[in-house]
C-alpha cells in the first residue's frame, strides 16, 4: 500500500562493480529495485527478507539499511531491520525503547535519530555503542510530520498533534529544530498547515517539502504544492509544485535529482520542472 523507499548501493555477488539503485518495500509483501539512470525497474519480488511494512522509516548508515518502526507487519513495532547490501541480507539489529508506528527518523551526527510513531519521545542510536537512548523530547506529540537534517540541526515539519488543535484538518504549520547543545526550539511556520508530507534534504541550507494533505477550499484534501525552506534565514519560497497531489508518499535525492514515490515515479531536476512516467509499484 504505502511503500519504504530508501536509495543505497546494492552489491550481487556475481557482480564484482557495485550499481546504484532505490530499494523499494512495502505492505504487500514485494520488494522492488528502481535504477535512476536507465529509468528501470525490477518486476519481480526480489528477496532480501526485509519485512514489508508500511509507514516504517529508512535510513542508510555506515553502508547498511536500517528499517525502523511501522504497522501492517505488527500494527506498531519497536523491531530494527538492518539490510547488507554487501551480502543481500537482513538481520534484526536493536530495537527501540518504544514501539512506534509511522515514525520519522534522520542521520544525525554518527547515529540515528527517530521521532514520533505515536509518541512525543525522540531515541538517538549510537553506531558505535549499538545502543539507542531517549534524547530530546518534542514539545508537543505530533504525527505524519515530516523530519530533515540540515548542519547538524533536526528540523520537524508540520504533522498533526496526537493531543488534537491544528486547523479543521487537524493540522500545525509550526517548524521544530533540534541540536544536541540547544534541545528543541521553535523555528517560524510553514507556508501551510499539513501532515503527511514528505522532506528532502537538498545542500547544507536548504530543504524541500512536498505534497501532503491539507485544509484547501474549506476541506482536507492533498496537495501538490512543494517549498523549500532556507535554515539559515529561517525563510520560506514557493518552488515548482508536482503534477499530482500526492500524500503518505516518499521522497529521496539521487543523482542530483529528486524522486518522489506513490503511487507512480515523479522526478525534479535541477531546473525545477517536474517529470512523471508510469511504473508499477508493488509493495
Not at 547498511?64 to 511501522?70: E, K
Not at 520537524?156 to 526550539?185: E, H, K, M, R
Request: with cysteine; glycine share 12%.
Amino acid at each position: 500500500m504505502y511503500p519504504t523507499i530508501l536509495s543505497i548501493l546494492l552489491l550481487t555477488s556475481t557482480q564484482t562493480n557495485a550499481w546504484s539503485g532505490i530499494l523499494i518495500d512495502g505492505q504487500q509483501g514485494n520488494t522492488q529495485l528502481y535504477f535512476p539512470t536507465s529509468k528501470q525497474h525490477s518486476m519481480g519480488n526480489v528477496n532480501f527478507g526485509l519485512p514489508h511494512c508500511s509507514f516504517s522509516a529508512a535510513v542508510s548508515l555506515n553502508g547498511l539499511a536500517y528499517y525502523l518502526g511501522g504497522s501492517s507487519c505488527t500494527n506498531g513495532t519497536n523491531a530494527v531491520y538492518i539490510f547488507d547490501p554487501k551480502t543481500n541480507t537482513t538481520s534484526m539489529g536493536p530495537a527501540t525503547a518504544a514501539t512506534r508506528y509511522g515514525p520519522a527518523a534522520a542521520v544525525f551526527g554518527d547515529g540515528i535519530l527517530v521521532c514520533g510513531g505515536g509518541h512525543q519521545s525522540c531515541e538517538l542510536f549510537s553506531a558505535t555503542s549499538q545502543t539507542w537512548k531517549i534524547v530530546g523530547q518534542m514539545k508537543t506529540g505530533i504525527t505524519g510530520f515530516a523530519l530533515a537534517v540540515v548542519n547538524n540541526r533536526v528540523f520537524l515539519f508540520g504533522g498533526q498533534p496526537i493531543d488534537g488543535g491544528g486547523d479543521a484538518c487537524g493540522n500545525v504549520a509550526t517548524v521544530y529544530s533540534f541540536s544536541s547543545d540547544w534541545g528543541w526550539l521553535t523555528e517560524g511556520a510553514m507556508p501551510i498547515a499539513v501532515h503527511s508530507h514528505t522532506a528532502v534534504t537538498l545542500d547544507n541550507n536548504n530543504v524541500l517539502i512536498c505534497g501532503g494533505k491539507a485544509l484547501i477550499n474549506g476541506s482536507c484534501s492533498g496537495t501538490p504544492k512543494c517549498y523549500i525552506y532556507t535554515a539559515s534565514t529561517d525563510t520560506w519560497k514557493a518552488a515548482a509544485s508536482m503534477s499530482i497531489e500526492r500524500r503518505e508518499h516518499a521522497m529521496l535525492m539521487s543523482e542530483g535529482n529528486v524522486h518522489t514515490f506513490h503511487p507512480n515515479i515523479h522526478i525534479q531536476d535541477a531546473s525545477t520542472h517536474w517529470v512523471d512516467w508510469t511504473i508499477r509499484i508493488l509493495c
